[in-house]
């Protein structure tokens, strides 16, 4: 709002046109009594070229001059300044050119000669709030404009953004996927891999994925389904996070309830990022299922497709429980064991309207049950740089140079002589070297 501030900190001016100085200084007096200030022009060309500089809020012009009548000037002035407003002053006898003024120039108001004060100075109150609130209204709608632009390009950015990481993500997963083809049935190595892209990312939980992914396994085998539905449980659990690697760190990086609406919408949009994500790796179809449908409720209020009761696939039920009862551990201050049971209380209240009634039953069996709690064998990596590394470590993922000729391979064990080499080439490097090392 600083155009309207800049505005009503400008003193408003009233021009006046009158060929008579005597009724020029009348008018000027009257204005200045009542705290208005007043410019006065004997030529009606005069009076437009001031126009076509600067700003009057209101126009007195009297009808009968030698050179340019009243409504030809006001005619004029209109296209000059459509927003100022025009009062013509007219005789008894000129009743023919104040209706061609009221046409042609458009005039807010006429006054007969000799005018009265009050009626006057009522009728230029009135005309200057009019032109007030008309600029007022301009600068609300520059602001409004102003604002959805902002706007419009936060969010442009933001989905480009998304987009672009989008691309990189599957773009790696691809290259992976043809370059070991004989890994394509290797479910672990595949979800290892994107776990530890969640690992390395600071704004982003990796034991809350941990956490998610042991539940979804426990629950799973408390149902007794499949093996393989069991391994896919597990494996949304690690990944139900993996499509918030595509997106703009202040999107995840805060509670949901401080993002404003469209930043919300963007948010739960994370889901259908991570299935396009996965897409290349055609044997975690299942698992990028689970994590797409993973908003859905048990009533059919949830999204993205508003599915109901066991038309939401199996898996995406076991993530949404697993996944709410850490979440609200995690965002409770109590203490550790009230935590726990305010969270399995909410799971419970909302039993058969959010949630599975079957898969809350297991959960909850889960939880009595502290012999099933097992960890799985997804392992986690450390990212180190050259001069961490000791004889001994075991690369995670293969390091390649800055053009992209692989230097050691996944599964190299380092030992003094191949840590100095590494060392010796970062330092014709760009960039040190960020070397993922597999725990245990």
């Not at 999204?303 to 696939?313: A, M, Q």
């Amino acid at each position: 709002m600083e155009d309207f501030e800049e505005f009503t900190s400008t003193p408003i001016q009233i021009m006046c046109l009158d060929d008579e100085p005597s009724v020029l200084r009348a008018l000027v007096r009257l204005l200045r009594h009542h705290k208005l200030q007043a410019i006065p022009f004997t030529e009606g060309s005069d009076a437009l070229d001031a126009l076509s500089k600067q700003e009057f809020a209101l126009i007195i012009s009297d009808m009968r001059m030698p050179k340019m009548n009243g409504a030809e000037f006001l005619e004029k002035a209109k296209v000059l300044a459509p927003d100022t407003q025009r009062i013509l002053l007219t005789g008894y006898s000129d009743l023919i050119s104040t209706v061609n003024a009221v046409n042609q120039g458009e005039i807010h108001a006429y006054v007969k000669k000799p005018w009265q004060n009050q009626r006057l100075i009522y009728l230029i109150e009135q005309g200057v709030e009019k032109y007030k609130l008309k600029k007022h209204n301009q600068a609300l709608q520059q602001h409004v404009i102003e604002q959805n632009n902002t706007l419009k390009e936060l969010n442009d950015s933001l989905e480009l953004l998304v987009d672009k990481r989008t691309k990189q993500i599957r773009q790696v997963l691809k290259q992976l996927e043809t370059a070991n083809e004989h890994e394509r049935t290797d479910h672990k190595a595949t979800v290892e891999l994107l776990y530890n892209f969640i690992n390395a990312n600071p704004n982003l939980d990796a034991q809350l994925a941990k956490n998610i992914a042991t539940s979804c396994l426990q629950i799973a085998k408390t149902l007794k389904l499949s093996d393989k539905l069991i391994e896919m449980a597990n494996m949304s659990g690690y990944l139900a996070q993996v499509g918030l690697l595509a997106m703009d760190p202040a999107l995840y990086k805060v509670p949901t309830s401080q993002l404003n609406e469209q930043q919300r919408k963007l948010f739960y949009t994370h889901p259908a990022t991570a299935q396009l994500m996965l897409m290349p790796a055609q044997h975690l179809s299942e698992v990028a299922e689970a994590i797409y449908h993973q908003f859905e409720k048990y009533n059919g209020n949830g999204i993205p497709k508003g599915l109901k009761g066991n038309d939401i696939p199996i898996c995406a039920h076991i993530l949404s429980v697993a996944r709410d009862y850490w979440q609200n551990i995690e965002s409770s201050q109590k203490p550790e064991e009230q935590k726990l049971a305010d969270a399995l209380e909410l799971i419970k209240m909302y039993s058969g309207n959010f949630y599975h009634p079957k898969v809350v039953k297991a959960f909850e069996a889960t939880l009595k049950d502290k012999a099933n709690v097992q960890s799985d064998n997804v392992r986690s990596m450390d990212i180190l740089t050259s001069k961490q590394l000791k004889p001994g470590m075991v690369l995670g993922l293969a390091i390649h140079s800055h053009k992209g000729i692989m230097l050691l391979p996944k599964g190299h064990e380092f030992n003094e002589k191949s840590i100095a080499k590494l060392q010796q080439l970062e330092t014709q490097k760009p960039t040190p070297f960020r070397i993922m090392i597999k725990d245990g």
